[in-house]
């Protein structure tokens, strides 16, 4: 798994899109709704919890929002 950023796997990252998302490993569950809402942003490492992928500006930013939206902590963010 290739994270968007290597040496902050969580984030906060900035997308080609403008938007910067990051996941608070601290409330993170590891549910993984995010990675089904978003599947080219988010993805659970080897701890289960979610990490952004290189491939997340795939995404759209309308995904992202989804996929923060459904985090049942609120671990993720975007802005």
Same mark, same amino acid.
């Given at each position: 798994?290739?994270?968007? @950023?290597?040496?902050?796997?969580s984030?906060?990252?900035? !997308? %080609?899109?403008g =938007?910067?998302? %990051?996941? #608070?490993? @601290? !409330?993170? &569950? *590891?549910? +993984?709704?995010?990675? =089904?809402? =978003?599947?080219? $942003?988010? *993805? !659970?490492?080897?701890? +289960?919890?979610? $990490? &952004? !992928?290189?491939?997340?500006?795939? #995404?759209s930013?309308? =995904? &992202?929002?989804s996929a923060?939206?459904?985090?049942?902590? +609120? %671990? &993720?963010?975007?802005?």
């Amino acid at each position: 798994m290739a994270f968007k @950023d290597e040496s902050k796997p969580s984030g906060p990252v900035t !997308l %080609a899109n403008g =938007a910067t998302v %990051a996941v #608070d490993r @601290d !409330l993170c &569950i *590891g549910c +993984g709704g995010c990675t =089904a809402i =978003a599947s080219n $942003t988010f *993805g !659970l490492d080897g701890e +289960g919890k979610s $990490t &952004i !992928l290189s491939s997340a500006d795939a #995404d759209s930013k309308e =995904a &992202i929002e989804s996929a923060k939206n459904g985090c049942p902590v +609120g %671990a &993720i963010s975007v802005n």
